[in-house]
């Protein structure tokens, strides 16, 4: 019978529930050869249920104390893991002068228009030159805080639709001999228009000193601009200063000056650290650079909140800075409203400048335009900001055509940003607290994809009858469910027969009782005995009966040897 339920074992066994038994299997294994702090324990048979709970509650507690700290962790790998310390090893640094741009509040050349406009009157019939040259004055001072104004002129038809306005605006605008006469670098005397060079930029037009951005090409002039090339100021120079002179003092007219970093251009979101009208001879500033350490490299943008200035291309620059951005995020969002950029942005083969009439679209969507949000521009890793520490007024009643601008002192401080909390560092903190609340390492994360994986898969596949006989062996063995509820059997069913089996072996026996066997003389019986040494007795299987005292027979049990074995011996007295 029990090879048959065996048979029927072997071929009700699907692959899937082999496959079950077999992970049930090695987890059983795993459970109890497992290095994880505590999990054997409950696992283990034999063992009180209060002592299973207790030990699962103490793995429970460390592996929820681990998840804690483990997210507290991350948290702090992805939002801070950086720190900004100081640097004051002065004497080795390289330090560069910064760009000094200056923009004039009217930039155009007013002889230089009146000589357009009577060029043009010659040709066409102008009603109003006044309008005429109100237009004109108000097109070279274009910009995003100017080009409101500027709307109601673009629907006239002083210029044809394919003039090129930026080549048209340029050509009106002042010289540098014109703007500039003097000029001390270090205290050295040079040509300013060798070192000032025109330049395009959101607040207007503009000359800007040792920065990187300028038009390479001069409309009064047939030779390209030479390269850029930065400079520099040593500690044993004499004065870190640029001192220049204008050549006209109208007080009318003003300056605005920005002291800025070589590789940025002024734009909407900066400010002129300083409106000169002549009254201020010295602008004395102060420098606070930070620079990132290169091995900040293995975080994310968003985790050192900055960018290296070869980590992201840029359209309109080689170089990532905030303000290239912003530039590029302005001209991307007017180039997706209206198709074209205004005119003031430096030529570009992706980005089509716009025509008089396409300015009115530029004015409409400004607010859109001027919004920079949206483009997530970070810092760059290397930030430089000049702050104004000091002006020297030059006197309250005069006005002076010189303006020095120097640092307030030599550069003794740096702001150095790196990394606090790396990738090797939040390993070893996982495996640290892992390893102290759970006794978990790497290899035990092995363990348990070898367990429940390989040595799953390989024991479904290679020994399918040992996971056969295992199954049979948990058929055989599976324990008979009771119905304990006290309804009555004829008010309701029972859902299974285990008291119906039971009822069944005890009429069994009743009928085993009711046979009459002979008993057996207890002398006869230790005849068999005779070479069984009282030691072995409780191993023997005693197949008989035992005649009492008052002539009742007994049928021995499991654990009736220690009384058989007194009978025998009071009876062999």
Known sequence: ??????????????????????????????????????????????RPLIEKFLWFMCVGIGATATVVIIISLWEKFQTNPTITGLDTDFHTWDVPFPAVTICQSVPSNESIIDDFIQRFSDMKDVDDKEKLKDFIVKLTQLSYTTINSFKDYTESHYLAEDVNLKAFVFKLMNPCDDILTECMFKSRSYNCCENFFPVFTESGYCYSFNSRHYELKSPWSDDENPPFEMKYIKET????SLKMSVADVDPLYNYSIYIHNSDEIPGIESKPQHIWDYRVD????????????????QLSIKQRHCVFEHELKLKIDNLYTYSACTKQCRMDTAIKLCGC?????????????????????????????????????????????????????????ELTSSLETEFVSWPMVRYKREVLFGWVDLLVSFGGIAGLFLGFSLLSGVEVLYY??????????????????????????????????????????????????????????????????????????????????????????????????????????????????????????
Not at 16 to 43: C, D, M, N, P
Not at 282 to 297: P, W
Not at 370 to 385: A, E, I, P, Q, Y
Not at 477 to 493: A, G, H, I, Q
């Open 341 to 397: 950029v205004p005119h003031f942005y430096t030529s570009d083969i992706n980005y089509r400048q716009c025509t008089l009439m396409e300015l009115g679209c530029i004015s409409d969507h400004l607010k859109q335009i001027r919004d920079v949000d949206k483009c997530k521009c970070f810092l760059g890793c290397s930030n430089t900001v000049y702050e104004v520490e000091k002006l020297n007024e030059f006197g309250s009643d």
């Open 282 to 297: 010295k602008i004395m500033f102060s420098v606070k650079q930070t620079y990132t350490t290169e091995d900040a490299k």
């Open 237 to 240: 120079d004499s004065k870190w």
């Open 1 to 46: 019978m029990q090879q048959r339920k065996s048979a029927k074992v072997r071929k009700s066994t699907s692959n899937y529930k082999l496959l079950k038994t077999s992970w049930e299997h090695q987890g059983r294994i795993f459970f109890e050869q497992s290095t994880l702090h505590g999990v054997r324990y409950i696992a283990e048979t034999g």
């Open 452 to 573: 429940f994986t390989i040595r799953a898969c390989c024991m479904f596949y290679r020994n399918k009858d040992e996971l056969l006989k295992i199954e049979e062996e948990a058929e055989l063995n599976k324990k008979t469910d009771y119905d304990l509820s006290l309804v009555p059997y004829f008010v309701k069913k029972p859902k299974n027969q285990g008291r119906l089996d039971v009822a069944k072996r005890m009429k069994r026996r009743k009928n085993f009782n009711k046979v009459n066997i002979e008993p057996v003389s207890p002398y006869r019986y230790l005849d068999n005995l005779r070479d069984v040494t009282m030691d072995s007795f409780d191993h023997c299987q005693i197949h008989c009966f035992v005649e009492g005292d008052e002539g009742t027979t007994h049928e021995p049990g499991p654990g009736d040897s220690s009384a058989v074995r007194h009978r025998v011996h009071e009876l062999t007295k």
